[in-house]
């Protein structure tokens, strides 16, 4: 059974940061694209950022671009989130996805999913 378990959120000070983790637990079918999406209340599920399983090409969104980075590191099967400069935008449980590639991670509706972690950013 596969289980991506995500941690680091909290709660902090606008302007700070936070590096978030999503671990693998179990065998995902094939090579995957890891991503992150976040949820705020009362919103959509949000795309924030993706990279290939291989870890030379990430893709971000607008509002996260210049300030968040994602690596991985496939021989511990995690993902990673440093996130930067942060604002209370950016308030929102935080969603680790695994997916055939990096087009269908950025649909939101393919692969395996984490429960989340809870950002909060106080300004």
């Known amino acids: 059974q596969v289980q991506l378990v995500e941690s680091g959120g909290g709660l902090v000070q606008a302007g700070n940061s936070l590096r978030l983790s999503c671990e693998v637990s179990?065998?995902?079918?094939?090579?995957?694209?890891m991503g992150w999406f976040r949820q705020a209340p009362g919103k959509a599920n949000e795309f924030v950022a993706g990279i290939n399983w291989s870890g030379d090409h990430a893709i971000y969104s607008d509002p996260v671009k210049g300030r968040f980075s994602i690596s991985r590191d496939n021989a511990k099967d995690a993902v990673y989130l440093q996130m930067n400069d942060l604002n209370p935008d950016d308030t929102a449980v935080y969603l680790c996805n695994a997916a055939p590639s990096l087009d269908k991670l950025r649909t939101g509706i393919y692969g395996y999913w984490g429960r989340g972690t809870q950002v909060t950013v106080s300004s």
């Open positions: 179990g065998l995902i079918p094939g090579p995957s694209a």
